[in-house]
């Protein structure tokens, strides 16, 4: 069974590389993605037998959502887990049998029999967790968004100018196939100048999880507060605004916006409802919204061309002027011929077109993963699992993922001076001492 997982894995991600073109004419491909370079099925081969040893400090839902990724890894063994609520440590035992437990994450840092950590903590841990980590010789994979103010976030770009451990954020999109071909096709021209980008995650939840005992709330629901969280920014536009630079290739100039709590009137500090304008140096503008009362358009990330539009989570495309004809255009079109006697009402071989006038072209064909955004733990093969192999397999081979910490960098950035835009009331310029030589304005 061990081997039949192994080279399920394996073939898995040899499958997703090839089929992005590394393996015939890649070259420009790995110019325009670098961080694909360091997980190469090449690379892959060099590592066969050996195993990343790897330690989880947060072991909630998404700590849980890792572990099951981790166990399809070939070249990782989980060998500690770590969480300061009981529930969880026991429930992450339960799950790996033969990995120590600790309630203590710098007694986890001192053992020699770890090469890299997994970090799924409240947001206002990571920035701790993660220079102590690297401070203590450890390789480290973190969740986003980066930290929970600026200053740390500058805190752990400036650490990582100096130090050998490898490094990363979980910003899966930059792992998603339809993503990655998705912005190949965009830069490539085929919807035009890129005019605007439109980004949108809509939810129906609360956020609230239940509370055994009233002095535990802060610490469950730590995405309620400001001391821990950054709310809908730091938990959702964190991905949304890193595609939107990638699109563009440049970071915005100012920032505006607007939040409030319009619904969920329950005691939480952070905001219900966000809509934040980014303006880059062209004029060029994100416009982001977010809410979680009304879930109806859920999740999308639409980059807008001249000639076109992307709507990247679907893996769909749009065209201006389209002459050709869709699947259901065409079903229609029989109907009316009396070739069938009915339309059927659903199928799992219909896509819906949400605009009649426009023709979805698809970026990859055959099936693809679309992510909702309805869950609050993680999508099945969203490129979550491949970040994480890549990290693994850095871990043995101590190569860094270019650009990686950058993305990070930059999108928890601009979700932070969106959430002080919203709270000051105020036009913000971004600030100087927060750039870095990577930004592009």
């Not at 995650?201 to 821990?228: C, G, M, T």
């Amino acid at each position: 069974m061990r081997n039949k997982i192994e080279k399920g894995v394996d073939l898995n991600l040899r499958q997703f590389i090839k089929s992005l073109g590394y393996i015939a004419g890649g070259t420009a491909l790995l110019a325009s993605t670098p961080w694909l370079s360091s997980c190469t099925p090449e690379k892959l081969k060099e590592i066969r037998n050996e195993k990343a040893r790897i330690a989880l400090i947060g072991t909630g839902s998404r700590g849980q959502y890792h572990i099951h990724n981790l166990k399809e890894i070939p070249h990782a063994r989980i060998v500690a887990v770590c969480d300061n609520y009981a529930p969880n440590l026991q429930q992450a035992v339960e799950l790996c049998p033969g990995a120590k437990a600790y309630t203590d994450y710098r007694k986890l840092l001192e053992s020699a029999d770890i090469d890299g950590v997994i970090i799924s903590t409240p947001l206002n841990w990571h920035a701790p967790i993660v220079l102590d980590a690297m401070a203590a010789g450890k390789h480290v994979f973190c969740e986003k968004a980066m930290a929970r103010t600026l200053d740390e976030c500058k805190a752990i770009y400036d650490a990582y100018q100096t130090t050998n451990q490898v490094l990363y954020f979980c910003m899966q999109r930059m792992y998603d196939e339809k993503y990655i071909k998705g912005m190949q096709m965009i830069h490539s021209g085929l919807i035009g100048d890129v005019v605007g980008m439109r980004c949108h995650w809509f939810r129906n939840a609360d956020w609230r999880r239940p509370v055994p005992s009233p002095e535990l709330e802060h610490q469950i629901n730590w995405r309620l507060y400001k001391e821990s969280s950054g709310g809908l920014m730091t938990e959702l536009a964190c991905h949304q605004l890193e595609v939107c630079n990638w699109a563009a290739k440049r970071m915005p100039v100012s920032i505006i916006g607007m939040g409030d709590i319009v619904y969920w009137k329950d005691g939480r500090e952070v905001y219900d409802s966000v809509n934040v304008t980014y303006r880059y140096s062209d004029g060029t503008k994100i416009a982001y919204e977010s809410l979680i009362s009304n879930k109806f358009n859920g999740m999308e990330d639409q980059i807008l061309g001249h000639k076109g539009t992307m709507e990247m989570a679907k893996g769909i495309y749009y065209l201006e002027e389209d002459h050709s004809t869709s699947g259901i255009r065409q079903l229609i079109g029989q109907v009316k011929d009396k070739v069938f006697a009915a339309i059927p009402t659903a199928g799992p071989s219909w896509r819906p077109e949400t605009k009649m006038e426009y023709t979805p072209h698809f970026v990859i064909e055959g099936d693809i993963n679309v992510n909702n955004g309805l869950s609050m733990i993680g999508a099945d093969k969203d490129g979550s699992d491949i970040i994480l192999s890549s990290f693994c397999q850095s871990c043995i081979t101590g190569e860094k993922a270019q650009n990686v910490v950058e993305e990070a960098y930059c999108s928890t950035v601009l979700c932070l001076l969106g959430n002080q835009a919203m709270e000051e009331e105020r036009h913000i310029l971004f600030p100087d001492e927060y750039k870095i030589p990577y930004m592009k304005f």
